[in-house]
């Protein structure tokens, strides 16, 4: 199976341009209002979980800082 249908969505650039893909399919009609509506809140989820992943890796890197100082 292909996987031509599936967007890799790993970071905010991603993200955005997908979203802008789907606003312009649905201004054509191609995707119906529920559908755009489930894949948008599904997007806000995942750009939720990027910008938390991001604030992570960004702690840890200042923890690991801070303890590299405290020796």
Known sequence: MGRKNYTQLSNLSDLRKFIAKLVN???????????ARDVGYLCKLLMEILDRNELERRLEKLELLMEQKED
């Open 25 to 35: 399919q649905r201004l054509r009609g191609d995707v119906d209002s529920s559908t």
